[in-house]
């Protein structure tokens, strides 16, 4: 079994058209179904069933694009491992994101870690929380954040920051008569809020939060970023609900931020690692966790940059 086997199944499996596959892949149709023939043939297996309106995996070869992209992302880290040695870099350590983090507590992280650990290369990966969790399961990465507080067997989950939940506001929307909005009162609005398939353990807090009320809240639109909910908010679509530090982050213009009235309810954060002895490096990672678990200390971060 040859790359070049795996790399035509994996992206006639994501297209499930053969001709569309073969544009993708840059050759003939042919070629390409002789290829998948001799995976087939070496496999003993038939991985695809073709008529002529459509293309469909088989049960085995669900089977097998279960396990083929892992394959192309541990080469791809071999390959960028080989490079990080080759640049100087004496460790690396690859972090997994999901639910779109708080960018100002991660950005502030990995500068210090630059700061301290200027040898280990950090490496980002943006995923979907359940292929994090399959990911940290099978080494392909260090560490992960996520909103999500429950990583299932084999991982663990530690809080990593918190940021308060507010309220995002159009500019010139009556609710700015309020210096502390009562949710009562957000909940009157339509409302742009994180979609669970993309956003789960932000989804997962945002919800929890809001059944706390016997109101149903009117839900314009489930979206995929922060960015996208910003969007309808600068438009006067919906009011948001997100995060202090990704309101601030918005590049939107015209989008106010509002706490909340009553006690500030707060929107963990959370480091997610297999539960096994952490490197040195990733050790280290997680210490440096202690110095941005509040916003108040990481104002002082940024103030007193050589904190150690």
């Not at 994501?14 to 087939?40: G, M, N, V, W, Y």
């Not at 067997?153 to 918190?162: H, K, M, Q, S, Y």
């Not at 945002?206 to 438009?235: C, G, H, N, W, Y």
């Not at 297999?274 to 110095?291: G, H, M, N, T, V």
Request: with cysteine; aromatic share 6%.
């Amino acid at each position: 079994m040859e790359l070049r086997h795996l790399r035509c199944f994996l992206i006639v499996a994501e297209e499930l058209h053969f001709a569309r596959a073969a544009e993708r892949l840059h050759i003939d149709q042919s070629p390409l179904s002789r290829t998948i023939k001799e995976l087939e043939e070496e496999l003993g297996a038939r991985l695809f069933i073709r008529t002529t309106r459509s293309t469909q995996l088989t049960r085995a070869g669900r089977q097998l694009l279960e396990h083929v992209p892992r394959i192309f992302t541990a080469l791809d880290q071999a390959r960028d491992g080989v490079k990080s040695a080759t640049n100087g870099f004496l460790g690396q350590l690859r972090i997994a994101l999901s639910d779109g983090v708080t960018p100002t507590r991660l950005s502030t992280l990995l500068a210090r870690c630059r700061e301290e650990d200027p040898e280990v290369e950090m490496r980002l990966f943006e995923v979907p929380l359940g292929l994090q969790i399959k990911g940290l399961h099978e080494d392909l990465y260090d560490v992960g954040f996520s909103m999500a507080e429950d990583g299932g067997d084999g991982i663990l989950v530690t809080p990593a920051w918190e940021d308060e939940l507010m309220v995002a506001v159009p500019a010139r929307h009556p609710v700015l008569a309020f210096k502390q909005v009562p949710l009562k009162e957000v909940l009157r609005y339509p409302l742009a809020l994180g979609d669970p398939a993309v956003c789960e353990g932000h989804a997962r807090q945002i919800d929890r939060f809001l059944r706390k009320l016997d109101q149903e809240p009117l839900i314009a639109q489930r979206v995929a970023t922060f960015d996208v909910m910003m969007t309808l908010v600068s438009a006067g679509l919906a009011l948001g609900l997100a995060g202090e530090a990704h309101i601030a982050s918005s590049r939107e213009p015209g989008v106010v931020a509002r706490r909340l009235a009553g006690k500030p309810p707060m929107l963990t954060t959370y480091l997610l690692r297999r539960d096994a002895k952490p490197s040195e490096e990733l050790a280290r990672f997680i210490e440096r966790l202690a110095f941005i678990d509040s916003a108040d200390n990481l104002g002082v971060i940024e103030k007193s940059p050589t904190t150690r």
